[in-house]
C-alpha cells in the first residue's frame, strides 16, 4: 500500500471511529475535586448481576481535547457485551503543540498518574455504590493509546520504585489487562516520535526523563504478575507496530510472557470502533481473561 494510501485508509477508519454520538453513562462518580476526577459507569444491557467489570482509560495523547467522551460508544458497546463498564477521567495537558513544537504539552506531571491511582483506588467502593451488578472479583484493564500505557502503568503499581507516592505494596487485584495500540515502550516511542513528541513532553524536562520514565514506562515496569494481552493493528500509524512488539520483547526478557494479537490491515482506531470487527476481537480478549 503506498502511503497516500495508507494516509487515506487511516482518515477513514478515524472518521468511522469518531462519528459515534456519545452514549450517556448510566451513573457518574467523583473521585476527587477536580472537574475531571470523574468515572462514568455503565451496566450490562442484559440486565445480568455478578457481571464482570472492564476499566477504560481512554486515549488521545494524553492531551486535553481528547476526553472520555470519545470512547463513551467503546463503553456502551462492551456493556452490550454483558460486561460493567467503567470509564475512567483524568487530567490531561493541553491543546496539541504548533509545527514548532512549542505550546501546551501532553499530559499533566504528576497530575495525570495521582489521577490514575487514585481512581483505581476508589474504584471498588464506587462500584458497590454505583453499580451494584458487578462483580469486582473479576476486573479488568484496558486502555487505548496513551491510555494504554495508562493500563499497563496501573497493573504496574506494585513493582514501582521504592518512595514512589503510587507503588502498591501488593499487586492490584485485576484478571488482567487488555492493552490496544499502547505507547508501551518509552524509548521506541520516542525514536519513532508517537504523537508528536508526546511522550517527551508527558515527562517534562530533558533532565527529568529519566527519573519520570523510571516510575511510568511500561516497558522498564517488568515482571508484573499480572495477566496482559496487547492488541495492535500492523497498519497504524499513529502508534505502530514497532512500539508494541518492544514492550513484548522486554517483558520476555524480564521473564514474563505478553500476549500479542496482532490484526493485519487494522490502523489505529477500529480497536475502539464499535462499527469495525477490529472491536469484537478485543471485546474477546477482555472476556478471555474476565469469564
Known sequence: MSDSAARD????????????????????????????????????????????VVVVLHGGSWRAPYDRQHVSPFADFLARR?????????RRGGGIPPQS?????????????????????????????ELPVADLRRIVLTGHSAGGQLALWAAARHVLPEGSPWRLPAPPPLRGVVALAPIADFATAVE???????????????????????????????????????????????????VSEAFVDAAAKAGETVGLTLLPGVGHYPLIDPASDACAVVAEELAQLAW
Open 82 to 90: 454483558g460486561f460493567a463498564v467503567a470509564s475512567v477521567e483524568y
Open 192 to 242: 519513532l516520535d508517537v504523537c508528536s513528541g508526546a511522550v517527551g513532553q508527558l515527562l517534562g524536562r530533558e533532565e527529568d526523563f529519566g527519573e519520570r520514565a523510571a516510575h511510568t514506562d511500561p516497558a522498564v515496569l517488568l515482571p508484573t504478575g499480572i495477566a496482559t494481552t496487547v492488541v495492535q493493528g500492523t497498519t497504524d500509524l499513529d502508534v505502530p507496530q514497532a
Open 9 to 52: 485508509r487511516d482518515a477513514a477508519e478515524t472518521a468511522s471511529a469518531l462519528s459515534h454520538p456519545p452514549v450517556a453513562p448510566d451513573a457518574s462518580a467523583a473521585y476527587g475535586s477536580h472537574p475531571d476526577q470523574l468515572i462514568d459507569f455503565y451496566a450490562p444491557r442484559d440486565g445480568r448481576t455478578g457481571a464482570p
Open 101 to 129: 513544537g512549542a505550546g501546551p504539552v501532553a499530559g499533566r506531571w504528576p497530575e495525570t498518574f495521582d489521577d490514575v491511582a487514585a481512581a483505581m483506588d476508589a474504584l471498588p467502593d464506587l462500584l458497590v455504590r
